[in-house]
């Protein structure tokens, strides 16, 4: 079974630092891999997503990831944060083609980031 | 707006006692998901439908159920609710099953307080 791992719980950032935010998920097969995120008060957005192809993926916001098979990865990346960055960004998996077919997220990565 | 309608925002109710979350997928996606977030399990996934059908099943009590309805909105039946209970409840459409790239949108969920 699929699952996903975020190692940071917690990041606090000052505005303009460059922000990566570490996504690690196991299943040996095909995935389709998402950043979703959680303003405060608000509902799940959606930043990205990979489905295939590039493996460097360009979401809103100016938040990108890149997609490194070899690592399990799917890193979420933003090279200067702004403040209205504060949230809760979530890692998610699917495999398309598994039995089981649903979306796994990790636990999420709260990032506060200093004005 | 992701299109997809949570009714009610916000819940209180007591110990042992029933309620029913409703959700309105949005127009045209057959699969409803629903997640329950709380602040020491992060997003758990609970219980998936597919045009009526139960596709994939999560973490979900034996106290909770779910059911998608011809029209295919579906309903969250939580009962014997406890402290624990607590959460935000969310549910999510997809147009497929995850067969293809499958992106998930989120309603703004439900609040439920049990005291």
């Known amino acids: 079974a699929q699952s996903v791992s975020q190692h940071n719980h917690h990041v606090i950032l000052s505005e303009a630092a460059s922000l990566e935010l570490g996504c690690n998920y196991s299943y040996g097969g095909t995935v389709n891999l998402f950043w979703y995120v959680q303003y405060p008060g608000q509902h799940l957005q959606l930043l990205l997503k990979?489905?295939?192809?590039?493996?460097l993926v360009k979401g809103i916001k100016g938040f990108e990831a890149e997609f490194i098979k070899s690592k399990f990865s799917f890193n979420l990346r933003k090279p200067s944060v702004q403040w209205s960055d504060t949230a809760e960004y979530f890692c998610?998996?699917?495999?398309?083609?598994?039995?089981?077919?649903?979306?796994?997220f990790g636990s999420g990565t709260r990032l506060s980031i200093r004005p | 707006d992701s299109g997809v309608t949570q009714t009610p925002k916000h819940l209180i109710t007591a110990t042992g006692q029933r309620v029913t979350l409703r959700c309105s997928p949005r127009s045209g996606d057959l699969s409803v998901y629903w997640y329950q977030q709380s602040l020491d399990q992060g997003l758990q996934f609970l219980i998936q439908?597919?045009?009526?059908?139960?596709?994939a099943k999560g973490n979900i009590l034996e106290r909770f159920s779910a059911q998608q309805f011809p029209d295919l909105h579906s309903e969250l039946n939580l009962s014997s609710l406890e402290l624990g209970d607590s959460a935000l409840y969310f549910c999510?459409?997809?147009?497929?099953?995850?067969?293809?790239?499958?992106?998930?949108?989120f309603g703004e969920g439900s609040w439920l307080t049990v005291v």
């Open positions: 439908y597919y045009n009526g059908e139960e596709r």
């Open positions: 998610a998996v699917n495999a398309p083609y598994s039995s089981a077919s649903k979306i796994i």
């Open positions: 990979y489905f295939s192809g590039d493996p």
């Open positions: 999510a459409s997809s147009s497929s099953t995850g067969v293809v790239g499958n992106t998930i949108y």
